[in-house]
Nanobody
Framework: QVQLVESGGGWVQAGGSLRLSCAAS????????ITWSRQAPGKEREFVGR????????AYADSAKGRFTISRDNAKTTVYLQMNNLKPEDTAVYYC????????????WGQGTQVTVSS
């Protein structure tokens, strides 16, 4: 099972940018689809985006389209979530998850990193 650690969260003013990192260990990350999700206080966890095992295919939630970009560096075993034009409603704990390519089962998750966007 792959182990994941998120980093890069913090506080930013609306309109600012942050880049989150998801560092993987324990398995060859290039075998895995990586997803980003988030959970705001009092709300359910929601999908943000995902990248295929080789980075050729990405998908985003409507709330993230045009502002967020997922990229991966399999050599560095790291997946990134670049977030631009952040809004207060983006405030949440962000998690990355891994699913062995083709399975759709995200059974590895990181501990999360807090993102706070002030207006």
């Amino acid at each position: 099972q792959v182990q994941l650690v998120e980093s890069g969260g913090g506080w930013v003013q609306a309109g600012g940018s942050l880049r989150l990192s998801c560092a993987a260990s324990g398995r060859i990350i290039s075998f895995y689809t990586i997803t980003w999700s988030r959970q705001a206080p009092g709300k359910e966890r929601e999908f943000v985006g995902r990248t295929s095992w080789n980075g050729d295919s990405t998908a985003y939630a409507d709330s993230a389209k045009g502002r967020f970009t997922i990229s991966r560096d399999n050599a560095k075993t790291t997946v990134y979530l670049q977030m631009n034009n952040l809004k207060p409603e983006d405030t949440a704990v962000y998690y990355c998850g891994a699913a062995l390519a083709g399975t759709g089962k995200y059974n590895s998750w990181g501990q999360g990193t807090q993102v706070t966007v002030s207006s």
